[in-house]
């Protein structure tokens, strides 16, 4: 069964253009690198701009299932490069705005 799994977060005002540049970096290291985002079947980026937190930037990522999603993970928590960006992407974020939920279709 399809899922959609939602991440959410919120970049510290003085770190917009550091998240910018990181931002960039990612999306070419995922381009660069498509035997390990595999399981990924479709990722779209968003940012907010009415209701909830304005600004906040939100992430869609589909997987076939959550035993893809987990396996995605696993790769990537042994990923010494994933590790780095992780790193940084950390330090530009407001780490108390990070959310992610599972979405699966209804019937």
Do not use: C
């Not at 595999?38 to 869609?60: A, D, N, R, W």
């Not at 959550?66 to 490069?81: G, Q, R």
Request: glycine share 4%.
């Amino acid at each position: 069964m399809t899922i959609l799994v939602m991440g959410t977060w919120l970049v510290k005002p003085e770190k917009q253009a550091e998240f910018s540049r990181l931002w960039q970096r990612f999306l070419k290291y995922m381009k660069n690198n498509p035997k390990l985002f595999k399981e990924v079947k479709s990722l779209k980026f968003f940012t907010q701009t009415f209701g909830g937190i304005m600004g906040s930037h939100v992430e869609l990522a589909e997987y076939e299932s959550l035993a893809d999603y987990e396996a995605l993970h696993a790769k990537l928590k042994k990923n010494k490069e994933y590790a780095k960006l992780l790193q940084e992407f950390m330090l530009v974020v407001d780490p108390a705005t990070i959310t992610e939920s599972v979405l699966t279709a209804t019937k």
